[in-house]
């Protein structure tokens, strides 16, 4: 490997942003490398395969969902105010349609089968859902709920990955060079523009290469649900690449960062999580943040580095959303049909990071009747914890607060609340949908926890939001003097985008694809004049 050739545009990082990058660039006529430290795919491969869309998509009209690209604003206009400009939220929701035409070219599959119930993910009967808060309070204030997260064809949870092996492979025949574990750990700056990168790399050919792919496949899989056994797998497939990897350089007319987040970088977490310490991290070992201190080596800056989400999902089955959340108090936290990070928010905020969700026996039994309709597999292993082993049970609210830690006159007051609301027709005072309203009055009762805490069987996952400062209009990273920074691009994770102070399910990986295809079709026309300027001189 050398560096001899000049490549117009490299991408670090090969998920849904670095993938739509190279699509957009090569289709713009640019000689395009992709380094990954993986072997692609990244985060977006483990995903559940979701994309945000709206505004009247085929997969929209197919399944009768209404929608416009104003409706789609004013929805997320109230999940992302002001952490992007709101003309390029609405360029986001304007092209978010024929962004989805745009996927289904480069291989990408959809269907437009409505999920009828409120969950955290459908199964493989369903890959159109409400994946956020469209039909909760408060946000069915401004908008009108529509269905947008659209999940990728394919079995189980196995979406994500073919996302990922659609795109990969169709860039691969559009004649995208890929270089798979490959890391980069510096970039060449020469006359105040980035002109390459720095990078080492692992031979993978023979029996050892086959060896470390199968480690680090099943450390990455591992490692979002079962942390120790995926780390030791990552462990040993990282003393193989350290003994093998070797130190070159590559030349290239631009940079496009998009290797993910910080959420596996123990430092940087310790630095700016807060409040949210506890969460199961959900990325591979590459989400470490050098894409970010990359970005910075070149002059760009960072903000919102504070902002991660925390997943602590109530559902499926839906009838466990008819009971109450609670803090130690005994006070509500939230209505249940928020999407379970804003829900998780809220708890994390202004209970401490601990809650649990009480049921009465009714309640109890019809979401136990549901496990086997509403779940996939990873689901279903959740839902019976719940309903064996995973919850209290007590004759009486008052013995069931005292089992579980709540004060009892605060939760016996929001029950009564609860209840008197549903019986007198005002509805829940906490607003939740009536058709996920039914009293809680029947013993026994029972209490499930849903703290945030890194449970094995019950993991509340999260990813980091902010990011380097981008250029809206192009993706260049931005200097401290808001100048944009010559020849290098941010995407996805590595950059603040659309969902970095919120996020609902699909809303990352949509950024992904508008923050990377933005940085692609920029970054190949630098390349061109790059070119040019070059054969004037």
């Given amino acids: 490997m050398t560096g001899e050739i000049v490549y117009d545009v490299i991408v670090v990082g090969y998920g849904a942003a670095g993938a739509t990058a190279a699509l957009e660039a090569v289709d713009a006529g640019a000689r395009v490398l992709v380094l990954d430290r993986g072997y692609g795919g990244g985060a977006s491969g483990l995903s559940g395969g979701v994309v945000y869309a709206g505004g009247g998509t085929t997969t929209q009209h197919a399944a009768g969902v209404s929608d416009s690209p104003e409706n789609m604003y004013r929805y997320l206009k109230q999940e992302v105010t002001d952490y992007v400009k709101d003309e390029t939220l609405r360029r986001f929701c304007d092209v978010s349609a024929s962004t989805i035409t745009w996927l289904e070219s480069q291989g990408a599959r959809y269907r437009g089968t409505l999920c009828p119930y409120k969950t955290s993910y459908p199964t493989d009967k369903h890959y159109l859902y409400y994946s956020g808060n469209e039909k909760a309070w408060p946000y069915t204030e401004e908008a009108e709920p529509a269905a947008r997260g659209h999940r990728m064809v394919a079995k189980g949870m196995s979406s994500g990955h073919a996302f990922m092996q659609a795109l990969m492979e169709t860039a691969q025949r559009k004649g995208v060079e890929f270089r798979p574990q490959t890391r980069v750990h510096s970039l060449i700056i020469e006359d105040g523009r980035v002109a390459g990168v720095r990078c080492r790399a692992m031979d993978l050919e023979g029996d050892a290469g086959k060896r470390h792919k199968q480690l680090t496949t099943w450390g990455d899989k591992f490692g979002n649900w079962l942390p120790p056994l995926g780390a030791r797998l990552n462990a040993r497939a990282e003393a193989m690449w350290q003994q093998s990897a070797v130190e070159y350089e590559v030349r290239g007319k631009t940079v496009v960062l998009a290797a993910g987040g910080f959420v596996y ?94 049921l009465d026996s009714r309640q109890w039994k019809k979401a136990a009747s549901q496990i086997h309709d509403q779940t996939l597999t990873f689901q279903r292993v959740q839902a019976y914890w ?59 009762f029972y209490a499930v926890d849903i703290s945030i805490k890194n449970s094995r069987l019950y993991p509340a996952s999260g990813l980091t939001l902010g990011g380097l400062r981008v250029n809206e209009e192009t993706g260049e990273l931005l200097d401290e003097h808001d100048q944009s920074v010559p020849g290098i691009y941010a995407a996805g994770r590595t950059a603040v985008g659309i969902c970095s102070r ?27 004049a790059v070119t040019l300027t070059q054969a004037d001189v």
């Fill in 265 to 358: 970088n123990p430092d940087m977490k310790r630095q700016y999580e807060g409040d949210f310490a506890d969460i199961v991290p959900l990325g591979t070992v590459g989400d470490d943040g050098t894409s970010i201190r990359l970005g910075q080596s070149a002059g760009g800056t960072i903000d919102h580095m504070d902002r991660m989400t925390a997943w602590r999902f109530m559902s499926p089955p839906s009838g466990l959303l008819e009971g109450v959340s609670v803090g130690l108090s005994g006070r509500r936290i939230a209505n249940e049909d928020l999407y379970g990070a804003t829900h998780s928010e809220i708890m994390i905020r202004e209970h401490g990071a601990k809650g649990r969700l009480i």
């Fill in 502 to 528: 919120s996020y609902v399910s699909g809303l990352s990986l949509a950024d992904c694809v508008f923050s990377g295809r933005r940085a692609g079709v920029h970054a190949a026309a630098t390349a061109k």
């Fill in 386 to 444: 719940i309903f064996t082993t995973g919850h209290v049970k007590a004759p009486t609210i008052e013995q069931l607060a005292a089992k579980t830690g709540v004060d009892p006159a605060g939760l016996s007051a929001t029950v009564a609340a609860y209840n008197e609301g549903i019986r007198s027709g005002t509805g829940d005072p906490g607003h939740k949908a009536a058709a996920l309203c039914s009293p809680i009055e029947t013993g026994p």
